[in-house]
């Protein structure tokens, strides 16, 4: 009884560190290589007209959005590929698709890894933490505000997988397009935070095509993604 115990804790250790080994995407880039407070603006000031407006934008969206659209919001708070599955159709998925998975957690990784430093240096409050009348209907977070992560990585993948299926490409971005916005939808951002995410979204996308690693994974994920989807 005590041998077999001691193997299924061993097997339980072997599937934990795994998982856990799974989940550490490595980005393509870092922050050292794409320094986004070198491109792009500051934010406006708490107190400006720009962010007085926006905030206002924000509440009217606040009052006007349905329930449809707070579902969609909602959903859409998840950083991951699937959630263009709609353009995609059902063969879109990621056990059927291993190799464009793992290709695309290291490209979500990619944003934190060059996103999050930036926002740590702008340190723009949400939206909610300038006004007690926001309230968001996704996950609340604390981290900075500009730019948007969530609009960064939309742009990315969007991009990044018009290219593998160029067919689809307006109805992708079309896609990509609304995943950030659901982040103003949600109350979460300020539009202007989903425009420099836009920027920045495609600034990274440019330099990854180009780099020689990121073109060698790219194309096996190109690959096996076509192969699925029979095209």
Do not use: C
């Given at each position: 009884?005590?041998?077999f115990?001691?193997?299924?804790?061993?097997?339980?250790?072997?599937?934990?560190?795994?998982?856990?080994?799974?989940?550490?995407?490595?980005?393509?880039?870092?922050?050292?290589?794409i320094?986004?407070?070198?491109?792009?603006?500051?934010?406006?000031?708490?107190?400006?007209?720009?962010?007085?407006?926006?905030?206002?934008?924000?509440?009217?969206?606040?009052?006007?959005?349905?329930?449809?659209?707070?579902?969609?919001?909602?959903?859409?708070a998840?950083?991951?590929?699937?959630?263009?599955?709609?353009?995609?159709?059902?063969?879109?998925?990621?056990?059927?698709?291993?190799?464009?998975?793992?290709?695309?957690?290291?490209?979500?990784?990619?944003?934190?890894?060059?996103?999050?430093?930036?926002?740590?240096?702008?340190?723009r409050?949400?939206p909610?933490?300038?006004?007690?009348?926001?309230?968001p209907?996704?996950k609340?977070?604390?981290?900075?505000?500009?730019?948007?992560?969530?609009?960064?990585?939309?742009?990315?993948?969007?991009?990044i997988?018009?290219?593998?299926?160029?067919?689809?490409?307006a109805?992708?971005?079309?896609?990509?397009?609304?995943?950030?916005?659901?982040?103003?939808?949600?109350?979460?951002?300020?539009?202007?935070?989903?425009?420099?995410?836009?920027?920045?979204?495609?600034?990274?996308a440019?330099?990854?095509?180009?780099?020689?690693?990121?073109?060698?994974?790219?194309?096996?994920?190109?690959?096996?993604?076509?192969?699925?989807?029979?095209?």
């Amino acid at each position: 009884m005590k041998r077999f115990a001691s193997l299924a804790a061993g097997f339980l250790l072997l599937v934990t560190g795994y998982a856990a080994h799974a989940d550490e995407a490595q980005p393509f880039v870092t922050n050292k290589d794409i320094d986004l407070t070198m491109i792009l603006p500051p934010p406006p000031a708490n107190d400006s007209a720009e962010t007085k407006a926006e905030l206002g934008e924000v509440l009217t969206l606040q009052v006007t959005r349905t329930p449809e659209m707070e579902k969609r919001a909602i959903a859409d708070a998840e950083e991951n590929v699937w959630r263009f599955a709609d353009v995609m159709g059902p063969k879109f998925n990621k056990e059927t698709l291993p190799k464009f998975s793992a290709f695309f957690d290291r490209v979500v990784a990619t944003e934190g890894a060059v996103v999050d430093p930036a926002k740590d240096v702008w340190k723009r409050p949400r939206p909610h933490q300038l006004s007690d009348l926001v309230k968001p209907v996704v996950k609340l977070s604390n981290s900075g505000s500009w730019p948007s992560g969530h609009a960064t990585v939309g742009t990315m993948m969007g991009i990044i997988l018009a290219d593998m299926v160029p067919e689809k490409r307006a109805e992708i971005m079309a896609r990509a397009a609304e995943f950030a916005h659901n982040r103003v939808v949600g109350g979460i951002h300020y539009p202007s935070d989903i425009e420099m995410g836009k920027i920045s979204g495609s600034v990274i996308a440019a330099v990854l095509l180009n780099r020689p690693d990121f073109k060698a994974e790219y194309e096996v994920a190109r690959s096996e993604l076509r192969s699925d989807l029979g095209m």
